[in-house]
């Protein structure tokens, strides 16, 4: 079977048991705080094990992209070495909320592997959880009775809490499991030794495919676990590793999935991959090759999903897997032109059928690609460059950890790369001292990102949660639950009402603010300030920064409604900047095309800021257009128009703008303004008629990253506020060129009069500096073959001070010169040489830190030419006599 005919083979398989099939989340996780990216296949699905949402189906399966580099779940650095870690890989997976159990999923988890599949019986072990007795836990005699009827005794094997218990992080939704393994060794191996002595002993052939968890609990911050509503199946299988068992490989690197992208790299370097086709993991052309091919696929959906390279958070995760591929590339490949873009249209063909998102920015993806690519390929030059200056300057074979890690923090130059070349050169490096500074810049980071937060204390039961903020923005309220947040910045409070009409941030629009209030007068007099809403998964949370608010929320709060009040001021100004973002979106597809797509946007109460896929500037004649057409809208007052639980197929038939990375439901909200020209799916907050924008106008447009352009605009007062102070100052030139009708003309004028001059003063400046070298030259003194000038100056800056020394230097074949001069009223030294007293031992940068003594300042440079500076001017004459004696 293909790897697409697998795929597909799970996805009908759990279709006939009653399953919906439903889309890849994307792999940028969503209003998650806890996540970066999607790490497994149930992240999408926690608030339906939480309780916090109703799915679609009580049964739903998918295959899931998921990507792991970062956090507890970290296989980067197995990536390549072995047959069997990724940092991208696909999750086949089934759920079950509420509805079936243990039963059900391991038969049909049974049927589907040696039915369907038709793999070995005999080679398949299954693991059970032996219990935990510090949690509480069981040993799970349910999941043993159920495999012990299928497989017998012999082959289920008993497993801790780090194999067969599954906890998606630190707190959430957990349970004990059931894992599926499957032993692919040649059958003498197989005789030699059982495969059940291999088992979660990290053997290549011996490997988990399938693993059904069962969730039952809720891990609390405090370490507990508390039992969930309703018990829940979440199964997780390996596409990548279920293909190398179908199809006969002993790598999942022989599959399918990978060898079309490694018979093409293949060609590209000119290099084999295998020794004798067969697979090796200690030659560093092979690792190359599966480094290659496993990034590019982490690096391609990652960019397609919305999530660019950058130097912070998850667009680092994704520089960093992407420079890993091109460094293998560059060291073992050969490749020092961009090539990973190259491989992207490959990728996409590929996927085109299960992740068209892909294949739809193809172009996109391969441009910021090779920018990347391009950059890094530049920094290695230049961490080449500082590493043979380390080495050369090195006073012992060991490299120093801290210049290590400059190399890797400043240039982007990977520790394993400095060790590699430094031993070529017969060097080693310093790794606890590199280890050393890598732990505290990380100590650091964790420091400025530490945020400590309490259980949720749970006030009421709550039924469905219900925004009212698209109606209203002001409602009754009673508190659900609320939890005290100590963060970097102090501490805070998040409050869950059962219903508000507080906007949580979403989709670049910032949450909205308000205050909290008693409904009636018994119910206390306070008011508490909400400075900000956010979603945590599906939660809205009001965050509320009023000190000590633990006895009011225990006492006062609880049993009484409360008026949950929006800033109607401050929503009024960020639905005008939302309204025109999707206006403006518009517009710019007009001026510049429909190959304009949005790759990220941020609309508070003061701008709208929005990024989009362009790889030219936008000139200002184009932005001036887009203004036009956005402000002929405004004027035109056109309606806005609201569909809800539009099916999304129809939505964008009628040619709704969707946002790539975002994970959109079955049914969709649609907002339009004008349907021929605005029309997108957004779940933010908008102006009833575009002519509350009052007025519309960019402020700046520049380059975020590559292939992706961002600009910045105001609306209403603030872009009045703009035009008011331009015309202000077109008043007041017209006051200060009296009489002249063009002020364009009068200042353009004043400029070309103004670089006139500039340019007479630089070349009467030029004769002056050839009238101090002539003179000069008449106070040079000779020993031996060398000319010696010691001399103080007068030059009108630094740049003068540098050009006359060079000046001076260039008719010498042997000469050694020291300039003295007061800039700004500071004494100033420079120091040259000729090449040949350089060969000698002389150095200039050691020489005017000498002199700089002096005239208690410092400086330094090349061999041949530095410069210092000082602070006392009385001394610059000592100087300059001591600069007499050093030759």
Excluded at 640 to 650: A, H, R, S
Aim: overall charge negative; some cysteine; glycine content about 8%.
């Amino acid at each position: 079977m293909t790897s697409h005919e697998i795929r597909q083979a799970f996805l009908d398989f759990f279709k006939s048991k009653g399953h919906l099939i439903v889309p890849s989340a994307p792999l940028v996780a969503k209003n998650d705080p806890t996540l970066m990216f999607n790490n497994s296949g149930m992240a999408q699905f926690k608030d339906f094990f939480l309780g916090n949402g109703t799915p679609p189906s009580k049964r739903i399966a998918d295959t899931q992209k998921c990507l792991r580099v970062s956090g507890k779940h970290n296989d980067l650095e197995d990536v390549g070495f072995d047959t069997y870690h990724h940092t991208m890989f696909e999750m086949l997976g089934n759920w079950s909320f509420g509805d079936y159990f243990k039963k059900e999923a391991l038969a049909w988890s049974w049927e589907l592997l040696t039915e369907v599949y038709q793999l070995p019986k005999e080679r398949i072990y299954v693991s059970v959880f032996k219990g935990d007795k510090k949690d509480g836990v069981p040993f799970d005699q349910e999941a043993w009775d159920i495999w012990k009827g299928m497989v017998g005794e012999d082959r289920i094997i008993l497993g801790n809490k780090k194999d067969n218990f599954w906890e998606m992080g630190d707190v959430g939704p957990c349970g004990p499991c059931s894992e599926i393994h499957i032993d692919l060794r040649d059958q003498a191996e197989i005789d030699s030794k059982p495969g059940k002595e291999l088992v979660n002993a990290d053997h290549p052939q011996v490997v988990e495919i399938w693993n059904n968890v069962f969730m039952q609990f809720e891990r609390k911050a405090d370490g507990s676990l508390i039992s969930l509503p309703s018990k829940h199946v979440d199964t997780g299988m390996g596409f990548e590793r279920l293909c190398m068992a179908i199809q006969g490989k002993k790598s999942n690197y022989d599959t399918d999935i990978f060898q079309n992208t490694i018979q093409v790299i293949e060609k590209m370097c000119g290099k084999k991959y295998g020794v004798n086709g067969t697979l090796n993991t200690t030659d560093y052309t092979d690792i190359a090759m599966r480094v290659i091919a496993d990034h590019l696929r982490a690096v391609s959906f990652a960019i397609a999903d919305g999530q660019l390279p950058s130097n912070a958070k998850a667009g680092y995760v994704i520089r960093r897997i992407l420079r890993r591929a091109i460094r293998y590339g560059y060291s073992y490949l050969g490749f020092s032109e961009p090539f990973m873009c190259q491989l992207v249209p490959v990728l996409a063909e590929q996927f085109k059928d299960v992740f068209p998102e892909l294949k739809a920015q193809e172009d996109f993806v391969t441009r910021v690609v090779q920018e990347e690519e391009k950059s890094f390929l530049r920094t290695l030059e230049l961490g080449l460059k500082r590493l043979d200056s380390l080495i050369k300057d090195a006073a012992t074979k060991v490299l120093d950890g801290e210049a290590v890690f400059e190399l890797s923090d400043t240039y982007g130059f990977p520790s394993d790369l400095t060790a590699l070349i430094a031993r070529e050169k017969g060097f080693s490096i310093d790794e606890a001292g590199f280890e050393k500074a890598l732990t505290e810049q990380k100590n650091r980071s964790r420091q400025d990102a530490a945020k400590e937060a309490t259980d949720w204390i749970e006030v009421s039961e709550g039924g469905d949660f219900e925004f009212l903020g698209y109606d209203t923005l002001e409602a009754t309220a009673q508190i659900v639950k609320y939890r005290k947040v100590k963060t970097k910045g102090g501490e805070e409070y998040h409050i869950v009402l059962d219903r508000t009409p507080f906007y949580a941030e979403m989709g670049g629009q910032v949450g909205d603010s308000g205050e909290l209030s008693p409904l009636t007068p018994d119910g206390g007099n306070f008011v508490i300030s909400i400075v900000d809403t956010k979603k945590e998964n599906d939660l809205f949370i009001h965050v509320s920064r009023d000190r000590n608010l633990d006895e009011l929320l225990t006492h006062s709060l609880i049993y009484h409604s409360l008026i949950a009040k929006v800033d109607a001021h401050r929503r009024q100004n960020i639905m005008r900047n939302h309204t025109a973002t999707h206006l403006m979106l518009a517009g710019l597809r007009k001026v510049l095309g429909n190959h304009i797509v949005q790759k990220g946007s941020y609309q508070n109460d003061e701008v709208t800021r929005f990024d989009f896929s362009h790889f030219t500037k936008v000139t200002d004649e184009e932005l001036a257009q887009v203004e036009d057409i956005v402000n002929a809208k405004i004027r035109a007052n056109i309606a806005q128009k609201t569909y809800v639980n539009v099916p999304i197929d129809e939505a964008i038939k009628k040619g709704a703008t969707a946002t790539f990375g975002e994970k959109y439901g079955d049914f969709v909200r649609v907002v339009e303004f004008d349907p021929q020209f605005s029309v997108e799916l957004c779940g933010g907050t908008h102006v009833p008629a575009t002519g509350e924008i009052a007025l519309f106008k960019f402020t700046s447009e520049g380059s975020v990253s590559a292939g992706v352009r961002r600009v910045e605009a105001v609306t209403g007062e603030k872009a009045m506020e703009i035009i008011s102070n331009q015309a202000a100052v077109i008043t007041k030139l017209e006051e200060l060129f009296k009489g002249q009708k063009d002020v364009v003309k009068a200042v353009e004028n004043l400029f070309s009069e103004k670089a006139a001059l500039q340019k007479r003063i630089e070349s009467l400046e030029n004769e002056k500096l050839q009238q101090t070298k002539q003179s000069l030259l008449d106070q040079v003194e000779t020993r031996g073959e060398t000319t010696v000038l010691v001399a103080r100056v007068e030059v009108p800056n630094a740049d003068a001070l540098k050009s006359l020394a060079y000046q001076l230097k260039e008719p010498l074949t042997s000469g050694y010169i020291v300039l003295g001069t007061v800039l700004n009223g500071k004494p100033q030294l420079a120091v040259i040489l000729t090449d040949d007293l350089v060969a000698k031992g002389l150095h200039a940068g050691n020489i005017v830190k000498d002199l700089a003594k002096e005239v208690k300042g410092g400086g330094g440079g090349q061999p041949f030419f530095a410069t210092a500076g000082g602070s006392d001017v009385s001394g610059l004459d000592a100087a300059l006599a001591k600069a007499k004696t050093i030759l």
